[in-house]
């Protein structure tokens, strides 16, 4: 893709003080990657530590990282953007989040922990099978990878577009700090640093929204500018699903997909087994939601805000930025631009983000590799070599997620709908398989295997149809703005620039009305909802006409309904024999064994 800056106010990119910003935030982050690496004791090292820090660590910090991980720079130059242009419905989304919360911590986690596995896929073998456990980590490898390089990209795409930062520099220096210290800290110095870069990520936000409020006019001039361009559209309960952000796509679309990221992702779940108790675990979503409370709002608040400062100026609909995501980058520099290191509190929130995200995925990616790929066929390699070939791991896959950013020049999506995107049509149909495996007990392998792949193709086929035939601004509800007073404001930099009020980064497709042109237009946070509810269907369906599943023969733990009757220690009492091969030993892996076909059943 060509590099094309954009144009910036008064300033043509950071200062000296802001690279000393953002320097210092690499730097910490280094750091305290490093002293989790060095402080452990070697000697007693084991694979278990190196994935799960032991599985002792407490809820806070398990918390803060879960919020950092998905909520990374996608967050915090695409939700602006999108409140600016839909207002602050968008804040609707922490209601799909608090359902997602409660979801995961009273369905999801008690399954995964009392298990006392590493790996999720772990649990598609007990239930299902080898074969669907292979599926399950190929798909995760697969999305993880789509997904933590779309977010690496993104901040060096829309950094360069917007203040000249070299884009192939930022790329690279990312990766290879995160791959770094997660190489040789493991779980532990990503949950610490992750800890480090969220406060970072919220220090940006609030000096923006602060700043921002106080240039407008004060929040009374905020919510009076938003009010009178419809922007306060909190009571907006559309039903059109063509809609992008609504109550109900937001609420229902929503939560289904935080709960494939949160319910039954690796990269999540990996991070609540390492908590020293299951109700630790279950304080730690707590603290995660409160984060992302937290987040999202002084984010969409930041789009409120840039919208109420460029209220007769828009600079997407004037021509000086080319798409939306562009937004905070020349917000930032606009209104900081006689307060140098601002902008690089700007650059180190955006890129804290990337680094909570893109070690999360490197590490969540090594321990699926060797607890579902490598470790049944390294049974007698010692926990030294063990630990070895993880690092090595973690180490090809942070050159893999260098590779995929490089890749992802071709996508023309927006940060959050590429991510989000990406997400649902990947993990919406392996989300779909755990609903089966826990709490639909007829459901037998042929019909798992049969409705992930309905509702794979049927995920893809709605991705592939969108990008295709993309919906109009007005069907997906974009919201008016104006450019008319471009040319008397002192905001204005390019006196070529359009103001006939036609955004130029909206491609020019005719309006096809009905059809599959309106399935397309679906908004895509639906994606992910009805790729899942198309697995559960579809396979209850194929279960019972094949023959289902007798309960009976379902292995201990595996099924929701029959938690209570399984009343067993936490994993963290059963994790003290530190020297063993395998060291997630716990009650309810004991009673399983593998039969000829590779599934684990209970044993008699």
């Not at 990766?175 to 990503?190: D, P, R």
């Not at 949950?191 to 602060?210: E, K, P």
Request: aromatic letters at 10%.
């Amino acid at each position: 893709m060509e590099e094309v800056p954009g144009h910036v106010p008064s300033r043509s990119g950071f200062v000296v003080a802001d690279y000393a910003v953002f320097g210092t935030m690499l730097l910490v982050s280094m750091a305290i990657g490093l002293f989790q690496a060095l402080k452990k004791n070697q000697g007693d090292a084991n694979m278990d530590d190196f994935f799960t820090g032991g599985r002792s660590l407490p809820a806070v910090p398990v918390g803060l990282s879960l919020c950092a991980s998905f909520m990374s720079a996608v967050q915090v130059l695409g939700v602006p953007a999108e409140a600016s242009r839909y207002g602050l419905r968008f804040l609707y989304m922490c209601l799909g989040q608090s359902i997602n919360s409660l979801l995961t911590a009273y369905l999801f986690l008690p399954v995964f922990y009392r298990l006392g596995i590493t790996s999720t896929n772990q649990y598609l073998k007990m239930r299902f099978g080898r074969q669907m456990q292979l599926l399950g980590s190929i798909q995760f490898l697969v999305a993880t990878l789509l997904y933590t390089g779309i977010v690496i990209y993104a901040p060096a795409l829309i950094l360069n577009q917007a203040t000249g930062l070299n884009m192939w520099a930022s790329v690279f220096s990312t990766g290879i700090i995160c791959t770094v210290y997660t190489t040789l800290g493991g779980m532990k110095a990503v949950i610490w640093t992750d800890v480090f870069q969220i406060v970072v990520m919220l220090s940006g936000l609030l000096a923006i929204l602060i700043h921002g409020t106080v240039l407008v006019g004060g929040p009374a001039a905020v919510l009076e500018i938003a009010h009178n361009a419809s922007r306060i559209n909190l009571n907006d309960f559309e039903l059109d699903p063509r809609q992008r952000y609504t109550f109900w796509s937001l609420s229902i679309g929503g939560t289904l997909v935080w709960l494939s990221m949160y319910g039954v992702n690796q990269s999540q779940v990996q991070r609540y087994i390492s908590c020293r108790t299951e109700r630790e675990a279950q304080w730690a979503l707590l603290v995660n939601q409160v984060g992302l409370y937290l987040i999202v709002s002084s984010a969409a608040t930041c789009g409120i805000v840039m919208f109420s400062y460029y209220y007769d100026c828009d600079p997407l609909r004037s021509g000086k930025i080319s798409t939306p995501d562009q937004y905070m980058p020349y917000f930032v520099l606009d209104i900081f631009k006689d307060h140098p290191g601002f902008p690089g509190l700007f650059l180190a929130c955006a890129y804290s983000g990337t680094l909570s995200t893109a070690s999360t995925s490197i590490n969540a990616m090594a321990a699926v590799t060797m607890e579902d790929l490598l470790k049944p066929r390294l049974l007698n390699v010692s926990q030294k070599k063990l630990i070895l070939i993880s690092k090595g791991l973690t180490f090809v896959y942070g050159a893999g997620c260098i590779t995929v950013a490089a890749l992802s020049s071709l996508l023309d999506w927006g940060v959050l709908q590429g991510s989000f995107t990406v997400m649902a049509v990947v993990s919406g149909p392996i989300l779909g398989a755990f609903i089966l495996g826990m709490f639909v007990p007829a459901t037998n392998t042929v019909g798992v295997f049969s409705g992930v792949t309905v509702g794979f193709c049927v995920s893809v086929w709605l991705a592939i149809g969108s990008t295709l035939y993309p919906p109009s601004p007005e069907t997906m509800g974009v919201l008016p703005s104006h450019a008319g007073q471009c040319l008397l404001s002192n905001i204005t930099l390019n006196s070529s620039s359009t103001t006939d009020g036609t955004p130029i980064s909206e491609p020019l497709h005719p309006n096809n009305h009905g059809g599959l042109y309106n399935f397309y237009s679906m908004s895509y946070l639906y994606f992910g909802a009805v790729a899942t509810s198309c697995v559960v269907l579809a396979g209850t369906l194929v279960s019972y006409v094949t023959g289902p599943t007798k309960r009976n023969t379902i292995g201990a733990g595996l099924l929701w309904w029959d938690l209570h009757k399984n009343k067993l220690d936490a994993p963290s009492q059963h994790t003290g024999d530190c020297g063993t091969d395998n060291p997630q030993l716990v009650p309810l892996n004991e009673v399983h064994q593998e039969n000829s076909n590779g599934k684990e059943e209970p044993r008699v």
